[in-house]
């Protein structure tokens, strides 16, 4: 299986901070790779999709880069519904393997 | 709009069997591939298996001996069936859609079924 380890585990931040969260695979999975985020008692919902395409109704302030290997989720300007869990998953290869994920939180 | 519901009972005995249903609407399910994920409490997601309304199936291997999937077309229902339980399968289980391929992200998930494995 591929392991996906995102870095850090969790993160305090303040309302319009700048916040980048990483996720690297143990091998190449070019771009298929995934964004979630999760508050709790919810169920997962897609940002990004293929690395940097985000999925309808998902605001611009998220974006997603990197192949390969290594991978960023940036949220430009962190807003007061943005504080949650998120994690990546990789699509390259059954079975699809998810990071552990990063806890955002208030600062 | 398509939402997706699990149905099942909240509790099961160690050694005994999981069964959970997710039922579909807003659309067939006949055209897009169907997961279940697993969440155990504080922890990650961790993916089960894939169906396919044909009944084509892909399930994780650590998992394969004790997994079942099957599909009903007429029901737009797909379910999961996990034998022999231990209390390492309490979770959330979650049923969602696979967007546009087996490879796909998945992009619409139900609310989770909370399981709990009793000794």
């Known amino acids: 299986d591929i392991q996906m380890t995102q870095s850090p585990s969790s993160l305090s931040a303040s309302v319009g901070d700048r916040v980048t969260i990483t996720c690297r695979a143990s091998?190449?999975?070019?771009?298929?790779l995934q964004w979630y985020q999760q508050k709790p008692g919810k169920p997962p919902a897609v940002l990004i999709y293929a690395t940097s395409i985000l999925q309808p109704g998902v605001p611009s302030r998220f974006a997603g880069s990197g192949s390969g290997t290594d991978f960023t989720l940036t949220i430009s300007s962190l807003q007061p519904e943005d504080f949650a869990t998120y994690s990546c998953?990789?699509?390259?290869?059954?079975?699809?393997?998810f990071g552990q994920g990063t806890n955002v939180d208030m600062k | 709009q398509v939402h997706l519901q699990e149905s099942g009972p909240g509790l099961v005995k160690a050694s005994e069997n999981l069964s959970l249903t997710c039922t579909v609407s807003?659309?067939?399910?006949?055209?897009?591939?169907w997961s279940w994920i697993r969440q155990p409490p504080g922890k990650g997601l961790e993916w089960i298996g894939n169906?396919?309304?044909?009944?084509?199936?892909d399930y994780k291997p650590s998992l394969q001996s004790r997994v079942t999937m099957s599909a009903d077309t007429s029901k737009n229902q797909f379910s999961l069936k996990l034998t022999s339980v231990t209390a390492a399968d309490t979770a959330v289980y979650y049923c969602a859609r696979l967007q546009n391929s087996r490879y796909g992200p998945m992009d619409y998930w139900g609310q989770g079924a909370v399981v709990s494995v009793s000794s």
């Open positions: 998953q990789q699509s390259y290869n059954i079975p699809p393997t």
């Open positions: 091998q190449n999975i070019s771009r298929y």
């Open positions: 807003g659309g067939p399910i006949s055209r897009h591939y």
């Open positions: 169906i396919y309304y044909n009944g084509r199936t």
